[in-house]
């Protein structure tokens, strides 16, 4: 069953071309699978899965305080996994077919104020290579909305600053082309120019964006830095690397872009998912009513 597993997440990987934390995802969900249908069900072939065993294990995940999203994506993952198996003819049946996913419940994204935007811009330090770094990796974005795992993975010819824009890979391995502001821009230059040499030392890399070692940023080390210039910038609401791009795309919104630019500009495969967007635009419009008028 292991080996099985295995095959499913090679599929993801070669066929499907998922992006890797998404088949982490996969294999977390798989794991803890597999683990209750052989530890709690004594099961020992896929082959003898049935519908009240996903229905048993999903229970045990509700029992364990696990949310409504993340129910749902456990059947996805088992789903998905069933027919593959299926389709390699590994199993004679289906057992998830009759399983419905729960309805999700749709959070709004933490978006911050312009305001605040531009005092975690003005936080890095202006006067050393690591500062202008910083400075130049928020810049780009708040610029052009892209994803912490695409900007950590740009490599300097990505980026074509007297045209205006970049280009990044997303996921399933999906090229997009985004056009790039000239603040931005500039940042990019300065930093290129004048602080990324420094941080390089001796070293040779491709990677546009490098940490103090000269090695390659990692997202692990972008949010930690986000943490320390969030603090720095007195932003009091909970801020993630994510932040920036619901920032970008809801003021793009809020000033009137069009929503399918907006979908282009972040690499969302389905309108629904940019649409997320326009409900936060809403709130907060009705925030402001509330706030401002009168009689409200």
Not at 49 to 64: D, Q, T, W, Y
Request: glycine fraction near 4%; proline fraction near 3%; charge should be positive.
């Amino acid at each position: 069953m292991e080996d099985q597993i295995k095959d499913f997440l090679h599929y993801l990987m070669v066929e499907r071309r998922l992006a890797d934390n998404t088949i982490i995802s996969y294999e977390r969900d798989l794991k803890e699978y597999h683990k209750y249908i052989t530890k709690v069900e004594n099961l020992r072939s896929f082959n003898d899965v049935s519908r009240a065993h996903i229905i048993h294990f999903l229970k045990h995940l509700r029992e364990n305080g696990k949310s409504t999203n993340t129910l749902a994506r456990n059947i996805a993952s088992i789903r998905s996994l069933h027919q593959f198996l299926l389709r390699e003819k590994v199993t004679s049946q289906d057992p998830s077919v009759h399983i419905e996913s729960p309805q999700l419940t749709k959070t709004l994204p933490k978006v911050l104020s312009i305001n605040e935007v531009e005092a975690l811009l003005e936080a890095p330090k202006s006067n050393s290579p690591l500062g202008i770094r910083d400075k130049a990796m928020l810049e780009l974005l708040y610029a052009t909305g892209i994803r912490v795992s695409e900007l950590i993975g740009l490599n300097l010819h990505d980026v074509h600053l007297t045209m205006g824009f970049l280009r990044c890979i997303g996921k399933g391995n999906k090229e997009r082309v985004i056009p790039l502001g000239s603040t931005a821009a500039e940042a990019i230059k300065v930093y290129i120019e004048n602080a990324r040499p420094n941080i390089l030392s001796q070293k040779k890399s491709e990677a546009l964006f490098l940490n103090h070692h000269g090695n390659p940023m990692t997202r692990q080390g972008f949010w930690k830095n986000l943490k320390k210039l969030a603090m720095i910038a007195n932003i009091q609401k909970e801020l993630t690397p994510h932040t920036l791009r619901h920032s970008f795309a809801t003021h793009l919104l809020e000033n009137g872009a069009d929503i399918r630019a907006v979908q282009e500009m972040l690499g969302h495969a389905d309108i629904s998912t940019t649409q997320i967007y326009t409900h936060v635009t809403k709130a907060r419009i009705k925030d402001v009513y509330k706030q401002f008028h009168p009689r409200a």
